[in-house]
C-alpha cells in the first residue's frame, strides 16, 4: 500500500513496499547512506548486497520522490512490537526530511497494527542517536559492537558500539 507524506522540508515523499526491480537501485543508495555515516568507522566495507536486499525485499519500504527512490528502510512487526533498520535516503538528498518521513511511515503502519513499541539500532559512533532521540526514540541499551556482533568487528578502524533505541507509541 503506498502513501505520501509531506516532509518537514516540503518534500513529497511517497511511499510503498519495495520490489524486486527497486534493488538495483537501492544497493548503491544504501552502501552511499552508510558511507556517509558509518565510514569512518568500517572504512572500505559494503553495507548491503544485492542479494541480501533480495532476501528482505518483503520487509523493505521505498521512499520515492518525483518517482525515483529516494530511500528504504527494513520494517517488520512481531505481536506489539515493530522494528525498523537499514533507513538510508540518497546522501544527495540528506536534509529533506526523507528519513523523518520513513520513520513516520513505519510508526504510523506500527499503530495500525496494533504496535506498542518500535524498536531500532544504531552504531553509537555514526553519531544518529541525537536524530532518533528528537523522534522520542530512548537508548535502552549499550553494547561494545564485537560483542553485539558475536565477536567479529566488521573490519572497524575502531572500537564501536551498538545502541538499542525504543519508542512507545
Not at 522540508?9 to 543508495?29: C, G
Not at 527494513?74 to 515493530?82: H, I, K, L
Request: charged share 25%; with cysteine; hydrophobic share 40%.
Amino acid at each position: 500500500m503506498a502513501s505520501s507524506i509531506e516532509s518537514s522540508a516540503s518534500t513529497r515523499v511517497t511511499m510503498r513496499p519495495a520490489t524486486r526491480d527497486d534493488v538495483d537501485a537501492l544497493v548503491p543508495l544504501v552502501n552511499e547512506a552508510y558511507r556517509k555515516t558509518e565510514g569512518h568507522v568500517f572504512p572500505g566495507t559494503t553495507r548491503t548486497a544485492r542479494g541480501d536486499l533480495l532476501q528482505q525485499i518483503e520487509r523493505i519500504i521505498v521512499a520515492e520522490v518525483d518517482g525515483r527512490a529516494a530511500g528504504c528502510m527494513y520494517f517488520a512487526m512481531e505481536g506489539e512490537r515493530a522494528h525498523f533498520g537499514m533507513l538510508a535516503a540518497d546522501v544527495r538528498m540528506h536534509g529533506r526530511g526523507i528519513g523523518s518521513a520513513l520513520i513516520a511511515h513505519a510508526e504510523a503502519l506500527a499503530r495500525a497494527a496494533g504496535c506498542h513499541t518500535v524498536h531500532l539500532e544504531s552504531v553509537k559512533e555514526a553519531n544518529l542517536v541525537p536524530f532518533y532521540q528528537r523522534r522520542g526514540y530512548r537508548v535502552t541499551r549499550e553494547t561494545s559492537g564485537r560483542q553485539w556482533n558475536g565477536g567479529a568487528d566488521w573490519g572497524a578502524a575502531a572500537d564501536w558500539h551498538m545502541v538499542d533505541m525504543e519508542k512507545t507509541l
